[in-house]
């Protein structure tokens, strides 16, 4: 079983920054890969960027490319999402996830574990 914490969401202009963390509970975190999702109320949670067990594979949704980067730190059980030259429309809630069943993955059926999500708020 694993717990995810997300943290860092809140506030902030169109071309600022914000960078996510997500916390993951237990020893085995460098088991899994990670992913980020979103959602906005009243549409579906869409794949957002994902990164393989050791980090060394990496895949971002085209509209976030150049400007998001998924990074982890195994010895500290996180995962991060830094987000540069936000836009409004990544106005979101933030969901981590971890799935021990693939080496990275872009659809959420992939996963096993969420996170209860980050409001990420861009304003224009």
């Known amino acids: 079983q694993v717990q995810l914490v997300e943290s860092g969401g809140g506030l902030v202009q169109a071309g600022g920054s914000l960078r996510l963390s997500c916390a993951a509970s237990?020893?085995?975190?460098?088991?899994?890969?990670m992913g980020w999702f979103r959602q906005v109320p009243g549409k579906e949670r869409e794949f957002v960027a994902a990164?393989?067990?050791?980090?060394?594979?990496?895949v971002y949704k085209d509209s976030v490319k150049g400007r998001f980067t998924i990074s982890r730190d195994n010895a500290k059980n996180t995962v991060y999402l830094q987000m540069n030259s936000l836009k409004p429309e990544d106005t979101a809630v933030y969901y981590c996830?971890?799935?021990?069943?693939?080496?990275?993955?872009?659809?959420?059926?992939?996963?096993?574990?969420w996170g209860a999500g980050t409001l990420v708020s861009v304003s224009s």
């Open positions: 237990g020893r085995t975190f460098s088991s899994y890969a």
């Open positions: 990164i393989s067990r050791t980090g060394g594979s990496t």
């Open positions: 996830t971890a799935g021990s069943r693939v080496w990275v993955a872009v659809s959420a059926s992939a996963y096993d574990y």
